[in-house]
T-cell receptor, first 111, second 116 residues
Framework: GQSLEQPSEVTAVEGAIVQINCTYQ??????LSWYQQHDGGAPTFLSY????GLEETGRFSSFLSRSDSYGYLLLQELQMKDSASYFC????????????FGPGTRLSVLP | DVKVTQSSRYLVKRTGEKVFLECVQD?????MFWYRQDPGLGLRLIYF???????EKGDIPEGYSVSREKKERFSLILESASTNQTSMYLC???????????????FGPGTRLTVL
């Protein structure tokens, strides 16, 4: 089976940098994705790591270490609009075309 | 602009009623998914479909069934609604991509179902 762990809540101030960690256990790992969900909204895709290392997309970066079964999402120059829930999701070759989602991390950005 | 739509944003039903949740995507995606989202539990997969008339059970299929008669439409059916099925239901779709690829899922706005 699969399991993912994330912190339940993170708080930071505008302009700061925050890191949201995700650890996973899966028998057939393909890659790690991150999704953002604002209150009342649909999850939207942020980034994907299929290989070790850092992927950067503007203010957001995502990192993967396959040997450590660990990844993180890094948000820089935080803005109020970044307040949302962030989910990591694993693709598992034993799970076909599907993702297993983590429980989510609620990020609150304070002025 | 890609779009996944769901038939209702809010729905209130009574215990024992049959409930239909509809999802339509306009991206010609092969894959479609139904999740339920509950606080602290993230998104849990109920059923998914790789193609028309194909369906596979996810992690929590009990109490649910699905129908995919057309590529763009995927329906979730609660045969006899119960109070523990009160939840947010999210539909998603994606292309079938290479295993090592991101296979981005596009989500609908969700249906908040309350069963009384």
């Amino acid at each position: 089976g699969q399991s993912l762990e994330q912190p339940s809540e993170v708080t930071a101030v505008e302009g700061a940098i925050v890191q949201i960690n995700c650890t996973y256990q899966t028998s057939g790992f393909y890659g790690l994705s991150w999704y953002q969900q604002h209150d009342g909204g649909a999850p939207t895709f942020l980034s994907y790591n299929g290989l070790d290392g850092l992927e950067e997309t503007g203010r957001f970066s995502s990192f993967l270490s396959r040997s450590d079964s660990y990844g993180y999402l890094l948000l820089q120059e935080l803005q109020m609009k970044d307040s949302a829930s962030y989910f990591c999701a694993v693709r598992d070759r034993n799970y076909g075309q599907n993702f297993v989602f983590g429980p989510g991390t609620r990020l609150s950005v304070l002025p | 602009d890609v779009k996944v739509t769901q038939s209702s944003r809010y729905l209130v039903k009574r215990t024992g009623e049959k409930v239909f949740l509809e999802c339509v995507q306009d991206m010609d995606h092969e894959n479609m998914f139904w999740y339920r989202q509950d606080p602290g539990l993230g998104l849990r997969l109920i059923y998914f479909s790789y193609d028309v008339k194909m369906k596979e059970k996810g992690d929590i299929p009990e109490g649910y069934s699905v129908s995919r008669e057309k590529k763009e439409r995927f329906s979730l059916i609660l045969e006899s609604a119960s109070t523990n099925q009160t939840s947010m239901y999210l539909c998603a779709s994606s292309h079938i991509g290479p295993p090592e690829g991101p296979d981005t899922q596009y989500f609908g706005p969700g249906t908040r179902l309350t069963v009384l």
